[in-house]
Every structure is written in structure tokens, then in C-alpha cells.
């Protein structure tokens, strides 16, 4: 199953999947590593406003985007263990900008 996730914080976040057991401790340099199958979104995602503007330069219309609020994250599991612990912080989105190649 494919997940995202949205959080106020990287804090509430970190929480969530420390708690649905997908953030480990590495042994040698005491740092915390994901699970293979999270992906931390690090960048901005954004919707569109619905407005559209023409760019003179281009010729084009370019339509106009606005930063999604909060922290979020990716995550495939089959495991309905893991849907439960991650399921306060579940989105869905219309129209995902991050997909799983070769996964359905």
C-alpha cells in the first residue's frame, strides 16, 4: 500500500514513524536512518491556485502554484500494522507528485 504523509512538524513525523517502527538507530554512529521503503519529501509540494497567467517572453500560459503547509513523507508498506500507527497523518492527494516506479 502506497501512503503520504503530512505533518505539522519533523518532529510530529519523525514521531509517527518511530512509532510505526521504520526509524532505526544505526549502531556505530548512534544517528537514526529510515527504512528503505520511507521517503522523506525535502523539498516544497505545492498545489495549483487555479490561476493562470501569460508569460509575454514564452508566449506560454504558466499556471500558478502555492506551497502545500507541513512536513511530509512517503511510504510503501503491505504491513495493515503500519497503516494503523501512520493512519492520524494519511493524505491523499488528487493528483500525487511522487510515485513508486513499478508499483501499481
Known amino acids: 500500500m502506497k501512503l503520504r504523509l503530512r505533518a505539522g512538524s519533523m518532529e510530529q513525523l519523525d514521531t509517527a514513524l518511530v512509532s510505526a517502527g ?3 538507530t544505526d549502531p556505530i554512529s548512534n544517528q537514526p536512518y529510515y527504512h528503505s521503503s520511507v521517503t522523506i519529501l525535502d523539498y516544497p509540494l505545492r498545489k495549483a491556485t487555479g490561476e493562470v497567467v501569460f508569460d509575454e517572453e514564452t508566449g506560454c500560459e504558466v499556471h500558478i502554484y502555492e506551497a502545500l503547509p507541513g512536513y511530509h513523507a512517503n511510504v510503501l508498506t503491505g504491513d495493515p500494522e503500519v497503516v494503523v500507527a501512520l493512519s492520524s497523518l494519511l493524505v491523499y492527494p488528487n493528483t500525487p507528485l511522487v510515485e ?5
Open 100 to 104: 513508486w516506479a513499478g508499483v501499481p
Open 22 to 24: 521504520l526509524v532505526f
